[in-house]
């Protein structure tokens, strides 16, 4: 009589893009699944510069990621913090729980903002990858326009109503429009002392253009529109400081209260866990079939993995690419057990490169087609509605915008964990 | 030539149900009224519980104070907090800004919960009042439900199983009801370890029976409906002890994790900052005007007012009576400086007494008819959406209503502020 083998445990890090990914496709085959992730929330990071500028709720583009897998019953989700992995015991280390066994490893464990060296500037210019930064840029961006209200000398207030905000990637380029929008348009009947037209909004940007994974065309075409929105930009200036005063730019200082970071990432410590190679921001260099070196059962993809495709050029850190990664890794575990070889290497398809400046103008590039203006802002829109989960998200976003479009309000301007206190409102 | 006499200055403490109102009413007269609040934005209190159990998003229910009063040009809004009055200079002291003066002064503000000489309770259980308290709560119930997931032992299990609501007025009965359901169907699904049915919810009330503001019939029904949904009702039980473990009812230990106070509340310190006369719980015994005895420019209002009606029974700590309120004083100081009498003391008008029970029962007296089941649910929820600000908010909770009711879902299921943490998730 044959006995049934054990049936193969996978453990999957991260319930990112990647990591949930691999989830559901694997949850379809015989195996024992474990997603382990520090938060119970999967996070629609793409739309998360609109929870910071006021316009969604917390809740229109997060998932607890539970509910997201209850049909999958041999996925079990676990709130919980690694802290690393013993690769010869093949367990993973948990912060204040028991350690849990893997067969097959999936490392998703994304990344955060890096200060190239100075993490004393997170501080004062906080990154946006969490919805806790979210809510708190929301907040810092608010309490400025409160304070600018209650300032009598128009210099103090100036610093109020600076926001600066430090890399000209997507991100940068739609947090420096959309905080544009807010004080031209959606705060301009709101105060009594101060017009909050006058407040400036300065995109900083080392190199020599913005938005540079689009072309030159694009990325042109952008900056204008980010101009006519009223936004500074000022190219091939780096910070050589930043503190509670505001930046300073290649030795001349700009007084600011608000400044936001979104300059650069680093992976997470996966790397440092299995002491694998690693590129210089800590992605871990991985196989072709997006393996570690030397370990066949441990997997590494989305922002933790660096992977190149054909033409040598790494595969960008964007959602449809850790998407892929997540189901290709998916269908190389379910193709072992069958004894079956994966029959190629990863190779990334891109989708399309999107950005958005403000509520009216966007930039698409799908390669054989790329499109600015109105026309690429309904296909921006309609595509991050699309990638939503469930109908009720998109149902509940695209009400939001259509409210902003239509009225110009903007629905969660609100100012949470953290209220007025001595000198000011508590940032 | 007549000088025009200099425009008198308003200042209101507290945009709450009553200070807004009075903000709105006076708006209309040629005053200059400053409103000043330690938050940014107006709470729909009655529906924070639904924030608490993860129904509805923070911004569904709160709205920017500044933005609700924009187009009154003569209204200025101020976030700060006050720490005090100097009433012979007619000065309202702030934290960290220079003093207001003030012409006329109105307090309104508001109420937080009380735990009879317990403070050292709170950190175990939090009570309800703000949209922090709310995250917080949901936190706390969320995460206990993570934790479960973790245990392995049954008894430990049970202990994160276990949620205790003190105090069976409105908030506790419509948290119980609420708590339940999640556990009982929402996230019944969700978990692999265990079965969420498994959960008790405990309603804890040291009076004869729940809801005692209403008859005696609604009660008794509300009483039924709650335990149909599993709730546990416990009367005549007052807690002794309150920490990190669980709760001591008459010297009886019962082990849980979550708690929540939903017992009482006192006012805010303004009847301190006076000097004045003031009931048991804080609140300022006013003249028949509303006025503080001894200062006619002075009014007190809402959960900081001591208020009678003509039968001698206290005026409710509800959000129809604080606006009432609020649009009498608002009448008293725009007739004062036409010389006019005001006409009749302040007379509280009961609108009707409402609480729900989950989400298909709710109890309904308005005096003259009382009504329960499933048609007082719909007034109950016809009667919330109505008194929401704004269309777009009337909308985004009527399609999560919606949503919850044809679904099972609730869309606000996030742990935020506080993660994983050594020794289990940061509550």
């Not at 300059?263 to 871990?284: C, E, K, M, Q, Y």
């Not at 976003?397 to 239509?406: E, M, P």
Request: proline share 5%.
């Amino acid at each position: 009589m044959a006995v049934d083998p054990p049936v193969q445990h996978v453990v999957i890090i991260g319930a990112g893009f990647g990591g949930l990914a691999a989830a559901r496709d694997l949850a379809s085959a015989p195996f024992r699944i474990t997603l382990v992730d520090r938060r119970n929330h999967h996070l629609f990071q793409p739309l998360l510069y609109q929870v910071a500028t006021a316009a969604l709720a917390t809740s229109e583009i997060a998932w607890p990621i539970r509910y997201l897998l209850r049909k999958h019953k041999n996925v079990t989700t676990l709130q919980g913090s690694v802290v690393g992995v013993e690769v010869q015991e093949r367990k993973v280390l948990l912060d204040g729980e028991e350690p849990i066994f893997f067969d097959t490893l999936v490392l998703a464990t994304g990344a955060r903002h890096a200060y190239f060296g100075h993490d004393e500037w997170e501080p004062f210019a906080p990154g946006l990858k969490t919805l806790e930064d979210a809510t708190k840029i929301r907040r810092r961006i608010l309490a400025a326009f409160e304070q600018a209200e209650w300032e009598t000398d128009d210099a103090e207030r100036a610093k109020f109503l600076t926001f600066v905000i430090i890399g000209a990637g997507p991100t940068g380029v739609e947090l420096a429009g959309t905080i544009a929008e807010l004080a031209h348009d959606t705060l301009r009947n709101d105060f009594r002392n101060f017009d909050t037209r006058s407040a400036r909004v300065v995109l900083i940007e080392a190199g020599p253009r913005i938005l540079s994974g689009f072309s030159e065309r694009l990325s042109a075409y952008a900056r204008r529109a980010l101009t006519r929105l009223g936004v500074e930009i000022k190219l091939g200036h780096a910070v050589s400081k930043c503190g509670d005063a505001g930046v300073e730019l290649d030795g001349v200082f700009l007084a600011a209260k608000t400044i936001i970071w979104a300059a650069g990432v680093a992976a997470s410590p996966a790397a440092d866990w299995l002491n694998a190679p690693a590129d210089r921001a800590g992605r871990v260099l991985v196989e072709a079939d997006l393996t570690v070196p030397g370990h066949p059962n441990i997997f590494a993809i989305g922002d933790t993995a660096h992977v190149e495709t054909a033409d040598g050029k790494p595969v960008p850190g964007v959602a449809p690419a850790a998407k892929q990664e997540g189901r290709y890794v998916a269908e190389v575990i379910k193709a072992r057990p069958r004894g079956k070889d994966v029959p190629r290497p990863f190779t990334y398809k891109n989708a399309g490169n999107l950005a958005t400046i403000g509520k009216r103008a966007a930039i698409v590039d799908f390669g054989w087609i790329s499109l600015k203006g109105r026309m690429a802002w309904w296909i921006w829109g309609i595509a991050h509605i699309f990638f939503l989960i469930g109908l009720r998200n998109r149902l509940a976003v695209a009400l939001n915008w259509l409210w902003i479009h239509t009225s110009g309000e903007r629905s969660a301007r609100l100012i949470t964990q953290g209220e007025a206190k001595k000198g000011g409102i508590k940032l």
